[in-house]
Antibody, heavy 116, light 107 residues
Framework: EVQLVESGGGLAQPGGSLRLSCAAS????????MNWVRQAPGKGLEWLSS????????YYGDSVRGRFTISRNNAKNSLYLQMNSLTAEDTAVYYC?????????WGQGTPLTVSS | EIVMTQSPATLSLSPGERATLSCRAS??????LAWYQQKPGQVPRLLIY???TRATGFPARFSGSGSGTEFTLTISSLQSEDFAVYYC?????????FGQGTKVEIK
């Protein structure tokens, strides 16, 4: 069974940093592109970033480019999102999602609140 | 960036009725279009990919159609468990983008 479990969310200060993690199991992690998608309270889905299976191709959405960094460790079956220069607009539930071009499996999400 | 526009924003229907949701892309995405279902407090769940292929676990009352810039999700006869928000998503180009969602609510 495919499982994706995010962690690392919580409360962060404006201008602060936080690192999210996503632990994967139930599939060959190193074979898949992985993604981060977020959902602000009461809002829709926003794709943030994708990283290919070998980290050779990385993409970012405009709202996070230059502030967030996606990475992965295939030996540890883990995906990461380093988030810097956080603002209130980054308050959301952050999901990791596996890609088979489309997002076929999603984690349960980890909530982040950015507030002083 | 490819903008995905869904209509209507809210669809108020009764159980047993037919639901027709639309998704329009600002430029062609070929058939690289997926639909997701999200119930309150739950994680989005893949419903349709390749514009018309139903994902595992969804019944045949759900169907997707279209290509290029115009897509439709049809629920032939709404069941109580189908009331949710539905998002379209294009994976033809970067950045990946979603529509703003259509909420299917009980009338």
């Amino acid at each position: 069974e495919v499982q994706l479990v995010e962690s690392g969310g919580g409360l962060a200060q404006p201008g602060g940093s936080l690192r999210l993690s996503c632990a994967a199991s139930g599939f060959t992690f190193g074979d898949y592109t992985m993604n981060w998608v977020r959902q602000a309270p009461g809002k829709g889905l926003e794709w943030l970033s994708s990283i290919s299976s070998t980290s050779g191709n990385i993409y970012y959405g405009d709202s996070v480019r230059g502030r967030f960094t996606i990475s992965r460790n295939n030996a540890k079956n883990s995906l990461y999102l380093q988030m810097n220069s956080l603002t209130a607009e980054d308050t959301a539930v952050y999901y990791c999602a596996r890609t088979s071009r489309y997002f076929d499996y999603w984690g349960q999400g980890t909530p982040l609140t950015v507030s002083s | 960036e490819i903008v995905m526009t869904q209509s209507p924003a809210t669809l108020s229907l009764s159980p047993g009725e037919r639901a027709t949701l639309s998704c329009r892309a600002s430029q062609s995405v070929s058939s690289n279009l997926a639909w997701y279902q999200q119930k309150p407090g739950q994680v989005p769940r893949l419903l349709i990919y390749g514009a018309s292929t139903r994902a595992t676990g969804f019944p045949a009352r759900f169907s997707g159609s279209g290509s290029g810039t115009e897509f439709t999700l049809t629920i032939s006869s709404l069941q109580s468990e189908d009331f949710a928000v539905y998002y379209c998503h294009q994976y033809n180009d970067w950045p990946r983008t979603f529509g703003q969602g259509t909420k299917v609510e009980i009338k």
